[in-house]
């Protein structure tokens, strides 16, 4: 069964910082895409950050320079470093697996960021 569990949201003032935390089970995390996406309601979800299984990172414009994405082969998570936190990237967060050549793409619950003063 495959798993994939977000921690670290939660309420930060504009400015402020948050660490979100993936942590996989159930596949191959190596192999996969891991990435972070966002939504609000009333929209799309949208992606935020990737990385890919040699560690090279994409990032959404709206993030560049705020926003680091990061993984760990040996304990099967992916990380977002979020800084300068603004209100508009208050959102439910999503972490993704997606393995580039079998197609299979996971998705975690979801974490709640909220940033407000």
């Known amino acids: 069964q495959v798993q994939l569990v977000e921690s670290g949201g939660g309420l930060v003032q504009p400015g402020g910082s948050l660490r979100l935390s993936c942590a996989a089970s159930?596949?191959?995390?190596?192999?996969?895409?891991m990435g972070w996406h966002r939504q609000v309601p009333g929209k799309q979800r949208e992606l935020v950050a990737k990385?890919?299984?040699?560690?090279?990172?994409d990032y959404a414009d709206f993030v560049k320079g705020r926003f680091t994405i990061s993984r760990d082969d040996a304990k099967d998570t992916v990380s977002l470093q979020m800084n300068s936190l603004e209100p508009d990237d208050t959102a439910v967060y999503y972490c993704s697996g997606v393995h580039p050549l079998l197609g299979r793409n996971y998705w975690g619950q979801g974490t709640q960021v909220t940033v407000s003063s």
């Open positions: 159930g596949i191959i995390f190596s192999a996969y895409i």
């Open positions: 990385i890919t299984y040699d560690a090279t990172a």
